[in-house]
């Protein structure tokens, strides 16, 4: 791996740290840019009081001098606001386990008594360093004129009508929207659904696409299993929390399908009429749009009480209302940005070395 990252922090900690190594000396970054898509990672309709809290800023810590990189590693900071209304209070411990989270199975590995312990590392509040180490892998590729961009094509059952408009014009009116869906009417009919759900009590996932667009051919490899992008992709994404399903290109039409309905035919100059595979053959990319789907889970805390067990007591009973999102798609499509995004400088830097 020639660029890679690590986080450290909890969510009602100081701070979220993210350490970006591996990027080539001389590239200027913008700090405006990145507390742009940190902006973003916090808006959406159906976030819930966090985020009225929260407002969230990078201060770079080292591997940037005069704007520009050095070539060391980037520390990025971004300070938990909510920290100052947490740091001195007196919270019992959790023992009532959140079904879907990772309370239980955290709690048994590490020998945790208290919950809170799990919740607060395991927290998409992480995300948040994430986002910030995606912005600056986002800023290498627009060097090579490599972008990335989604949009929300489904909200619980509320799905946007299928179209043949060109990804960019997709992406471009989905920034618009505060549900991030370029459909305005099935974007109403979302933020209808989002409202009822509220006043359930209850969460809502969605679909997200994520389009990296100017990828040239060859970035990636056949050679090794764990070299190929599919799947170099595939586990940054899986490791989004929220995430829980994941296809390039339409994969699971294509395998309801006959393969010669399904395969990219070529044409004079190696070209292609479509974009079956999603922009990646073998591993690698082939010159078209990279296209990935993913399915999102809807948030595993909510106010309608979920039956559970007192780990304390042994006793059935039900969770506690912790505060939460009752939809956080568009939040979680910033998120699947910045995976990307550093998946692909990753791959970039590969190939063509970053020395």
Not at 129 to 143: D, E, N, S, T, Y
Not at 306 to 335: F, H, K, N
């Amino acid at each position: 791996m020639t660029l890679r990252f690590v986080t450290a922090g909890e969510s009602h900690g100081p701070a979220l740290v993210a350490l970006l190594e591996g990027l080539p000396a001389g590239l200027v970054v913008d700090t405006d840019a990145i507390d742009q898509d940190l902006a973003r990672r916090q808006q959406g309709y159906g976030r819930g009081a966090r985020q009225r809290i929260e407002q969230d800023r990078v201060r770079v810590l080292g591997g940037l001098v005069h704007g520009t990189t050095i070539g060391a590693p980037l520390a990025l900071l971004v300070a938990n606001r909510d920290y100052e209304n947490w740091c001195d209070r007196e919270v019992p411990p959790w023992t009532r386990p959140r079904p879907g989270h990772a309370d239980l199975p955290g709690a048994l590995k590490y020998g945790l008594s208290d919950m809170r312990l799990v919740a607060e590392r395991a927290s998409a509040r992480e995300t948040a360093a994430r986002v910030a180490a995606g912005a600056v892998a986002r800023q290498l590729l627009q060097q090579v004129d490599i972008t990335i961009g989604s949009y929300v094509t489904a909200i619980g059952p509320i799905a946007m009508a299928p179209t043949e408009e060109p990804h960019g014009v997709l992406i471009e009116r989905a920034r618009q929207s505060n549900v991030g869906c370029p459909d305005p009417a099935a974007a109403e009919r979302m933020r209808h659904l989002i409202d009822e759900t509220r006043l359930a009590g209850d969460s809502l996932g969605g679909i997200v696409v994520v389009v990296a667009q100017g990828l040239m051919p060859g970035l990636g490899t056949h050679v090794q299993w764990d070299r190929r992008l599919d799947g170099r992709l595939a586990q940054a994404l899986f490791s989004v929390q929220s995430v829980k399903g994941m296809e390039i290109g339409p994969a699971f039409e294509n395998a309801r399908a006959l393969g010669t309905s399904v395969h990219d035919a070529l044409y004079a100059g190696a070209t292609r009429r479509t974009n079956r595979a999603g922009g990646l053959e073998g591993g690698i990319t082939n010159g078209e749009p990279l296209v990935i789907r993913l399915a999102h889970k809807p948030i595993p805390t909510t106010v309608a009480s979920i039956p559970t067990i007192d780990l304390q007591s042994g006793e059935q009973t039900g969770t506690q209302y912790q505060r939460s999102d009752v939809c956080a798609v568009l939040a979680a499509s910033v998120v699947d940005e910045a995976m990307t995004a550093i998946v692909l400088a990753d791959a970039l830097l590969e190939r063509y070395g970053g020395d």
